[in-house]
């Protein structure tokens, strides 16, 4: 299996920030990485598909880069909704793989 | 507008059978531009990606559950299904039910999970 590793496990951080989350892959995924958002009590929402393209309707302060093993989630600036847990998970191979996570605190 | 509603019991005793349902409004779910997947969260938070089903019966299952997973469609009813046997309290979790949609490129093909079921939580417990 892909073992994926996201950093930091959390974050404090203010309205307005810049705030980037890391992935790491255990071995090479190409691009096939996909980043969620979820928020307490909900589903996993998708916001970026093979690493940089943007699902639709999600905000534009969104933006994924990366390939091969590293990958970065970045918020541009910050919004109160944004408050929420982030995940990786590659699509390189089965099974999927996901991230701990990452918790985002205002 | 494509909607994924699972149901079923929120609470099954050890050794016993866990059967969950996933209803699919908006989309067939017999279309072979997706497949479709079950995928649960641990109380500590992680993600376990259960197994998945395309519209051909195939099926691939997570290596970790072996052969205690079931995962199956019916057409008729526009429904996903999940059986896993045997269930300890590490099955603990919220279940979801998700598509995925597949895509190519140069490289090959990759997926992504584009809607999910609400969520259900499911107790293991005597």
């Known amino acids: 299996d892909v073992h994926m590793t996201q950093s930091p496990s959390s974050l404090s951080a203010s309205v307005g920030d810049r705030v980037t989350i890391t992935c790491r892959a255990s071995?090479?995924?190409?691009?096939?990485l996909n980043w969620y958002q979820q928020r307490p009590g909900e589903a996993p929402r998708l916001l970026i598909f093979?690493?940089?393209r943007s699902q639709g309707g999600v905000p534009s302060r969104f933006s994924g880069s990366g390939s091969g093993t590293d990958f970065t989630l970045t918020i541009s600036s910050l919004q109160p909704e944004d408050f929420a847990t982030y995940y990786c998970?590659?699509?390189?191979?089965?099974?999927?793989?996901f991230g701990g996570g990452t918790r985002v605190e205002i | 507008q494509v909607q994924l509603q699972g149901s079923g019991p929120g609470l099954v005793k050890p050794s016993e059978t866990l059967s969950l349902t996933c209803s699919v409004s908006g989309v067939s779910i017999r279309s072979s531009t997706y497949y479709w997947a079950w995928i649960r969260q641990t109380p500590g938070g992680g993600l376990e990606w259960i197994g998945n089903i395309y519209d051909s019966g195939l099926t691939y299952y997570s290596p970790s559950l072996g052969r205690r997973v079931t995962v199956s469609v019916d057409p008729a009813r526009n429904q996903l299904s999940l059986n896993l046997t045997s269930v300890t309290a590490a099955d603990t979790a919220v279940y979801f039910c998700?598509?995925?949609?597949?895509?190519?490129?140069?490289?090959?093909?990759?997926?992504?999970?584009?809607?999910w079921g609400q969520g259900m939580l499911v107790t293991v417990s005597s």
């Open positions: 998970q590659q699509s390189f191979s089965t099974p999927a793989t």
């Open positions: 998700a598509r995925a949609l597949y895509y190519f490129d140069s490289a090959g093909y990759g997926y992504y999970f584009d809607y």
């Open positions: 071995q090479t995924t190409s691009n096939y």
């Open positions: 093979a690493a940089s």
